[in-house]
């Protein structure tokens, strides 16, 4: 993790580049035609208003809510060995969170209107969440340096999966699992997990900045390697302006560095204003706005962003909580079937059932000729032989002891 931070320049030291260390300062620079390779780094900020919860704020974070899906740590909903084990949490928020649920917010269609003005060298971002490539932002001037839900592909052979299967998969709640018959290995977006490697395109890209003439930071804490040190690569004489809630990294230490703190949305309309870009940018948001001009009921409720947020742990809770049944009740059947096949009886017929949650759950269809004793004979077995050892504690469902972690 570990943040970088520096002193903040003194305000008697003059800028070298601008001609003063203000929001317009910045706005001249660009009009001037200065800026013609801009580096645009961003982080959850940016999509906060669009009702996307960021990462690790203490009260309304995405890690912080997690706890309430019964985790052994929040953290490990993006864990790629908890991932393996116990895939149903993800999914359950993939669910949530998978792209065309969200409109993109006015902060990603200025990142768009810099790429259509011919401006842009390269957003980097840190989000999954696709919303730049909602807003128009072309696939080739993004390196999602966490990846995203853009592509998808099998943990274990890494062939990858169509796009419009995972969609129907998140969609009906399903976990969907490799293609190649001989592999069946679980699927997950190419989303960077705790202990996996940053994409490829990222490593090729991250001394971009230093060809930059102007880096714009955007909505980050700039607390995860190595994304943190991306700012650093700028050269030392050229702009760097942070839109963020509060000052953070090594932004501000220099000459030429400009800090417009505030939420993103509102430093991006006083830039946009500045540069004359205002109008054009609301007429591009606009165009993004899914009710297309239809007037909202009058009697409709819109809900807080709290609410909103409540409401979808409510749902994430409640899913996990049904797959975990649905591990409780095989496991159940699972000692039944192998207590028949010790006594040399032929295991009960099963048929498939999709539950609430879009999980199938396979069920034992018990013949009514054999119901009536089979309680005497299971006393029986118990009270002659032990456990059976080909069954570990551990696997007859990994998922189900989620259920009891502290």
């Given at each position: 993790m570990g943040?970088?931070?520096?002193t903040?320049?003194d305000?008697?030291?003059?800028?070298h580049t601008?001609k003063?260390?203000?929001?317009?300062?910045?706005?001249?620079?660009i009009?001037?035609?200065?800026?013609?390779?801009?580096?645009l780094?961003?982080?959850?900020?940016?999509?906060?208003?669009?009702?996307?919860?960021?990462?690790?704020s203490p009260?309304?974070?995405?890690?912080?809510?997690l706890a309430?899906?019964?985790?052994?740590?929040a953290?490990?909903?993006f864990?790629?060995?908890?991932f393996?084990?116990?895939?149903?949490?993800?999914?359950?928020?993939?669910?949530?969170?998978?792209?065309?649920?969200?409109?993109p917010?006015?902060?990603?269609?200025?990142?768009?209107?810099?790429?259509d003005?011919?401006?842009?060298l390269?957003?980097?971002?840190?989000?999954?969440?696709?919303?730049?490539?909602?807003?128009?932002?072309?696939?080739?001037?993004?390196?999602?340096?966490?990846?995203?839900?853009?592509s998808?592909?099998?943990?274990e052979c890494?062939?990858?999966?169509?796009?419009?299967?995972?969609?129907?998969?998140i969609?009906?709640?399903e976990?969907?699992?490799?293609?190649?018959?001989?592999?069946n290995?679980?699927?997950k977006p190419?989303?960077?997990?705790f202990?996996?490697?940053?994409p490829?395109?990222f490593?090729r890209?991250?001394?971009?900045?230093s060809?930059?003439d102007l880096?714009?930071?955007?909505?980050?804490?700039l607390?995860?390697?190595p994304?943190a040190?991306?700012?650093n690569?700028?050269?030392?004489?050229?702009?760097?302006?942070?839109?963020?809630l509060?000052?953070?990294?090594?932004?501000g230490s220099?000459?030429?560095d400009?800090?417009?703190?505030?939420?993103?949305d509102?430093?991006?309309?006083?830039l946009?204003?500045?540069?004359?870009?205002?109008?054009?940018?609301?007429?591009?948001?606009?165009?993004?706005?899914?009710?297309n001009g239809v007037?909202?009921?009058?009697?409709?409720?819109?809900?807080s962003?709290?609410?909103?947020?409540?409401?979808?742990i409510?749902?994430?809770?409640?899913?996990?909580?049904?797959?975990?049944?649905?591990?409780?009740?095989?496991?159940?059947?699972?000692?039944?079937?192998?207590?028949?096949?010790?006594?040399?009886?032929p295991?009960?017929?099963?048929?498939?059932d999709?539950?609430?949650?879009g999980?199938?759950?396979?069920?034992?269809?018990e013949?009514?000729?054999?119901s009536?004793?089979?309680e005497?004979?299971?006393?029986?077995?118990?009270?002659?032989?032990?456990?059976?050892p080909?069954?570990?504690?551990?696997g007859l469902?990994?998922?189900?002891?989620?259920?009891?972690?502290?």
């Amino acid at each position: 993790m570990g943040q970088e931070t520096s002193t903040p320049i003194d305000d008697n030291i003059p800028s070298h580049t601008l001609k003063e260390r203000t929001l317009e300062a910045v706005a001249e620079y660009i009009k001037d035609g200065h800026a013609k390779k801009i580096v645009l780094l961003s982080g959850a900020g940016i999509s906060t208003s669009a009702g996307i919860p960021d990462f690790r704020s203490p009260d309304t974070g995405l890690y912080a809510n997690l706890a309430k899906l019964n985790l052994p740590y929040a953290e490990a909903v993006f864990d790629i060995s908890y991932f393996r084990n116990n895939p149903v949490p993800f999914y359950a928020l993939a669910h949530e969170l998978y792209p065309g649920k969200y409109r993109p917010t006015i902060s990603h269609m200025f990142v768009r209107l810099l790429s259509d003005k011919g401006l842009l060298l390269k957003l980097f971002t840190q989000n999954v969440d696709c919303l730049e490539r909602e807003a128009g932002v072309p696939a080739e001037k993004i390196i999602e340096a966490h990846g995203s839900f853009a592509s998808q592909r099998c943990i274990e052979c890494k062939t990858t999966y169509p796009e419009e299967l995972m969609r129907e998969a998140i969609g009906k709640r399903e976990i969907p699992h490799c293609l190649t018959p001989e592999c069946n290995g679980l699927v997950k977006p190419d989303i960077v997990f705790f202990g996996e490697q940053l994409p490829e395109e990222f490593h090729r890209n991250k001394f971009l900045p230093s060809s930059a003439d102007l880096c714009i930071v955007m909505g980050t804490s700039l607390s995860v390697q190595p994304f943190a040190s991306l700012p650093n690569f700028c050269s030392e004489n050229v702009p760097r302006l942070l839109i963020n809630l509060e000052q953070v990294g090594s932004l501000g230490s220099r000459a030429d560095d400009v800090l417009c703190l505030g939420s993103c949305d509102a430093g991006v309309r006083k830039l946009a204003s500045a540069l004359g870009w205002l109008e054009e940018l609301e007429e591009l948001w606009d165009e993004t706005d899914p009710t297309n001009g239809v007037e909202t009921p009058k009697n409709s409720v819109q809900k807080s962003g709290d609410e909103a947020l409540e409401e979808e742990i409510e749902l994430l809770t409640n899913e996990v909580d049904k797959s975990l049944r649905i591990n409780v009740d095989h496991a159940a059947w699972l000692r039944d079937h192998l207590e028949q096949k010790h006594l040399g009886r032929p295991p009960p017929s099963v048929s498939s059932d999709k539950t609430e949650s879009g999980l199938t759950l396979t069920t034992p269809q018990e013949d009514p000729s054999e119901s009536c004793n089979r309680e005497v004979e299971k006393d029986r077995l118990l009270a002659v032989s032990s456990p059976s050892p080909s069954i570990p504690a551990t696997g007859l469902s990994k998922e189900a002891k989620v259920e009891n972690t502290p």
